[in-house]
């Protein structure tokens, strides 16, 4: 659901000004590990706004500056700079509404010359040399004891978001054992502060995940 946001909720340390860990929904885990399935030139656009840093932009711009005349008459340029995130990606679209649709397209001669499929519409059949263009449709193998409720993990818990990204199942023994590991000695200046995560705020998390081990610190407390 495009533009849609999910809660989190922040434990925050006063003194040292940062975010010890998060209290998070299945919905929020399931987007955090989605990010790793999208197509490294889906999240340099993605991050283009952002002032991305380093050479990877450039070679992303080399391919929207190229003239149509120097590529292949059966590639484009979208199957480089707009990939598909891999069939069966889930949760992307709840945050960042850039990404592509995830339905992924197949297309086989429409002579029935037998030569399988390809991704990509402009592709020639080997066989009687005419364009790719019939649409078949995919259909997603089903998983024995398929939920109903989607995504990756579980929602019968609630999860635990640490400032570096370490994702891991929330207990009262899990966040003991993390204050004593953030050698926090004054509980009473731990603070909580609940916090919207949405298209905005998405971006941000993921370029702060390429750059910090701080990353709700850098997203959430200095906005």
Do not use: W
């Amino acid at each position: 659901m495009a533009g849609s946001t999910v809660s989190l909720k922040l434990l925050i340390d006063g003194q040292s000004k940062r975010v010890l860990f998060a209290e998070a929904s299945k919905e929020t885990v399931d987007f955090l590990f989605s990010i790793l399935s999208l197509p490294v030139a889906t999240i340099i656009n993605l991050l283009r706004k952002q002032g991305m840093v380093g050479s990877l932009a450039n070679l992303y711009e080399s391919i929207e500056n190229l003239n149509e005349s120097y590529i292949q008459p059966n590639q484009t340029k979208d199957a480089i700079l707009k990939p598909r995130p891999p069939v069966g990606t889930f949760s992307l679209r709840l945050l960042l509404t850039d990404v592509a649709e995830a339905n992924k397209r197949f297309y086989r001669c429409g002579q029935h010359c037998g030569y399988g499929f390809s991704d990509n519409s402009k592709t020639i059949c080997p066989a009687c040399n005419k364009l790719m263009t019939t649409a078949v449709q995919y259909v997603s193998p089903q998983q024995e004891q398929a939920s109903t409720e989607g995504g990756f993990v579980k929602g019968v818990v609630t999860y635990m978001i640490l400032d570096n990204l370490v994702v891991k199942p929330m207990s009262t023994i899990s966040c003991i054992a993390l204050l004593n590991d953030f050698n926090v000695k004054e509980v009473g200046a731990l603070q909580e502060k609940e916090v919207k995560l949405g298209a905005d705020e998405a971006t941000k998390l993921l370029k702060a995940s390429l750059q910090s081990e701080k990353v709700l610190t850098n997203v959430f407390l200095k906005i």
